[in-house]
């Protein structure tokens, strides 16, 4: 750049030329980069928060003194038993923490900023004094959790929360204490004689409680208290030197390993607490009484303590018996009367005759997370010998990223359609055994029964689905290009992202439901290997109805049975085999190996709880009103000259028709609009023309102009004096009037392997962008594997653009002899020539890809069979002058029609991408192509022209229709050249001096009136307004506008502001 050059502008305006071929990236991930520092101190955070959650989890919580029972304030959650259930609580506690630590660690500048103006947890912080790229912001955000987590009053409710479902979860409090209560309430029934079917409980009571009688009678123990309360207290020493007795061994073999040493420990701690006090009583009760008041009333204060003290140890050892029922209920079962398992006949009718313990036990979610784990290599391999699908048709499988991204999100994809509803499912299975409101058997209650697994299975459904769009923005920000890619990944296209993963969510259904009631089988002893059939089974019906819905059931190889072939050479990676596999094994395994689910027992008061409903409905309506001011036309006088002025009509905002009642009345009514029409008007407003307006089209504007048919060119003319050319022929240019530049507006943003339609107006300079935009891949729709046939693509492309150009020539000639002269020309052509060529060269591209297997191989032969016919059929038309290579035979030979957007692709062909340019007369019908609502939304669509043409266009339309033309962008792209238009002035047709001399005074004219026009500032800028801004008032002129009209400012705008001033007559001396 030259020294002179001002900084920050750039050297020139003719970009598409310098634009360079691209190597696209394998996972773009929306042009987002990650430096490997920031990676890995994110990584270490993720561990650091592992350990954290792990460590802080098992950490007594303060809430837990509130409890009622030593054991359950004391001893840790983990040696309460449930290692399965608290493993499960950990992992929901562990999965919240790692979620807020994922988004605040890629997005915490966003929620920084949102919570300091929400003022959310009550903690400013001072968002831009953060670095938020920098590898110290993971680190700091995973320290942080572990320091300052407490303090967000948010992150401790929700911690509270988890803790009490891992509490409850082992029976804290609830189970354990209503278990308590009931084995006590068996125990004063026991020693009241009101407990039937317990002879031994009973007989042991009564000889422990008649023994006490014994030692207390005759003694001053009797003076103590009130015969009703001392026979209270002698019935709860007689309780506890029972339990004392149970917790000393005569329990036999039970409970199990079930139970830890903490617990046991405990016992015994509690149970030599209960030694010491019946034996200190004892000692008491023996000793000689001293008279007197004082002695009496320590001996009743004693007496009570005692009993206080026996009714605490006796609560205690009975909770610790309650953890031991709880924990291992095999009492219950046909081995409970075996001698061994329960010595003690007594406790032994104890423990039947207590309401039996309602475990869900655990659920198999983490025996299919380990799976899941395990399949991520599985994944892998096959990815990288091309048996499973990559990320996208741009990656390649022998990409190591592209392997572990794609056997990664894999991975993610099993975990949101198994591990998450089933999760959810026995997390709602445990609460409703808590409530004791689970029905395990359907004869019990059908209706609640019903009822139940309905509601589990639609809270399963709507995790499942939220989990799969979560997972669908996480695929499409994987391989989407930028935003708008991502935006058509998830919602465009003939398989949008957020319906076709949310909808995997069917095969939860059975998986659901099945699994819970193999569950309930084995909780019961029954086998369960019918329903972990079953449930593969139905899972891989599910699976196949789901690809059937998206795919349309196409088959991979023809004349075959959709997913028949799946172990067809090529079709294992097609309908995605692996998957067909993996997910019914772990249906299986769910249902049949996985948890252990516990016996249950229901209460006999069964209590029928409410279904889940739910119901969401948003609207919402938008209006677009555009009004047109009106126009106040000048009357011309009759004795003004004429000029003819030819206006386009449809290249809006520059110039278009516009009419009172939409053109119905005939007439000279309607008249013209825009920017370079106002123009056009002001130009010859007051002086010695009269307008005389008459339409042009692109087509015959330059030859309206050489014919003199019209005298001036209204129209949005590029200045081009290189190009040989009709406009440099046809008359002169006024200065510029106007700088935009090619550019163009996506319909629907094309992905990788998809054809994009071009379509411009013929005869305007896009059709010189047209083919160095395909040869660059610039919408980057091209696989890697299709790249070396790029050139040939991009010519075949090209030929076919001239083939169609010359078809709707043809189409305007005469019908009768012309026709068939042009015929005769057109065989001997060198364009017929050119496309022998080219389908040369598109059978030897073919003949290049002969390694290509299943599906693609028999596409592959095909299309080498049409390139084949189509070689020898345009030879046989070029060298003897005949046969039928009519226009729209080749042109459909080429694969190039623009009209095949609608058409089912014969599955047959083989599939390959393509750039297709798409010629129209004039904006209007291609602004109807473009915005047409179409059925199939595959191909990528690309409108390309003149920037404030193609923008003019689409508000029009928006305008004129119900349904919004949706494009990625509504601003355009960006400017791919330089276009600097002009009003144009016919040359003279003659040397006559009145003919010259009439063209000389209208060239003047327009020159300096253009000259006034910019000068005056205020209006120029005031019509720029009017026509350009867009219909949300927000659009700018570019740097080269605003330039252009300083520099054709050349007077002082005050000159045309304010009126002028009389002449005075000069003073005479």
Known sequence: MSDSWPVGLPETLWDYGNLPVQDLPQIPMMGVHFAQQFVIAFVFGWLFIAYFAWDRFNTRQPGAQDFRYRVMKEVEVSDLGGAGALRQAYLIYLITLLFLYVAMAFFGKLILQTVNALNFVGIQVDASSLQFDSPQWPLMLAFGFAGLGPLIPQLRAAEGWLFQ??????????????????????????????????????????????????????????????????????????????????????????????????????????????????????????????????????RQKYVTETFARAHELRDELTAILAIYVERDPSYVGPSANEDGLIRDAGLRELLRRADPPNLAGTGPELGVLVCILLAIPIYAVFTWRGLHPSLSPLAMADNPPVVLATAGLSALLLISIFWFPLLVTFAARQYYYDERKWIALARQDWPAYAEQRLAVVVMAIFVSVIC???????????????????????????????????????????????????????????????????????????????????????????????????????????????????????????????????????????????????????????????????????????????????????????????????????????????????????????????????????????????????????????????????????????????????????????????????????????????????????FRVVPLAERPELATMCQTASVARQIAQEARRTAELPPSGTQIEWYKEWYKSGLLKEVEQMATEEETSVLRLKEASGPRKEGLEKSLQMWSETVAQIKVCREKGKGDCTLDWIVKRLGNNCDDLETKRDASQLSRTVYRFCSFKDHTTLIDWFCKPRKTEGAGMVYLGDREIILGKLQTWNAQHRARCVVENENGGGDLTYEPYAIMVRKPTSNTPQEMEHVQNIAELVQRRVYEFFSFNSLARAKFDTYFRGPRKDRRMSTALAYLFLLNSVEDERLFAFPIEKATAPLKH
């Not at 059939?533 to 959709?562: D, E, K, M, T």
Request: aromatic share 10%; net charge neutral; glycine share 8%.
């Open 165 to 298: 479902r891992a509490y409850r979860t082992v029976g804290i409090p609830v189970r354990i204490r209503e278990t308590t209560r009931n084995l006590v309430s068996l125990l004063d029934a026991a020693a009241t004689d009101d407990l039937t079917a317990a002879e031994s409980l009973r007989d042991d009571l009564r000889h422990k409680l008649n023994d006490i009688r014994d030692k207390t009678d005759k003694t001053w123990v009797r003076q103590s208290l009130n015969p009703a309360k001392l026979e209270k207290g002698l019935t709860l020493l007689a309780q506890l030197e029972l339990l004392v007795a149970w917790a000393r061994g005569k329990r036999g073999a039970w409970p199990g390993s079930e139970v830890s040493d903490a617990v046991r420990d405990m016992e015994q701690i509690t149970a030599n607490q209960a030694d010491e006090l019946l034996d200190g009583f004892e000692r008491r009760v023996g000793e000689k009484v001293s008279p007197g008041e004082e002695k009496v009333a320590r």
């Open 468 to 778: 799969l769009s979560g997972f669908a923005a996480l695929w499409a920000f994987f391989i989407a290009r930028d935003v708008s890619h991502f935006q058509a990944l998830l919602v465009s296209g003939s398989t949008p992202f957020l319906r076709f993963f949310p909808s995997m969510a069917l095969i939860t259904i059975p998986l659901v439901w099945m699994t819970l009631i193999a569950a309930d089988a084995r909780g019961y002893s029954r086998g369960a290997i019918v329903y972990g059939i079953c449930s593969a089974l139905l899972v891989v019906a599910c699976q196949a109805l789901h690809l059937a819905f998206w795919y349309g059931a196409r088959p991979c190889a023809s004349n075959a049975i959709f997913l028949t072939d799946l172990f067809t050479e090529g079709c294992f990676q097609y309908y995605g085999g692996l998957d067909f596999f993996v997910m019914p094994i772990l249906a299986f395994l769910a249902a049949v190996v996985f948890g252990n689910p516990r016996p249950a027992f229901l209460h006999r008061r069964i209590t029928r709880g409410g279904g889940v409903r739910t119901a969401a409905i948003l609207g919402a309506a938008l209006a677009l009103v555009c009004a047109h001011s009106p126009i106040a036309l000048a009357q011309e006088t009759p004795s003004k000259e004429e000029v003819t002025i030819g206006f386009r009509a449809d290249v809006e905002p520059f110039s278009y028709k516009v009419s009172a009642d939409g053109g119905k009345r005939e007439g000279e009514q309607p008249i013209y609009r825009g920017f370079l029409a106002d123009l056009c008007y002001w130009i010859f407003d007051g002086g010695d023309y009269s307008v005389v307006e008459k339409e042009v089209t692109a087509g015959n504007r330059f030859k309206q102009l050489r014919n003199a048919e019209i005298d001036v060119l209204c129209d949005p003319v590029t200045i081009r004096f290189s190009e040989n050319d009709e406009r440099a022929r046809s008359g002169t240019f006024s200065p510029i009037v106007f700088a935009t530049g090619i550019s163009y507006l996506q319909r629907r943003n094309p992905g990788p392997g998809t054809s994009v339609y071009i379509g411009y107006v013929g005869s305007t300079t896009a059709e010189k962008v047209l083919e160095h935009l395909c040869v660059i891949d610039f």
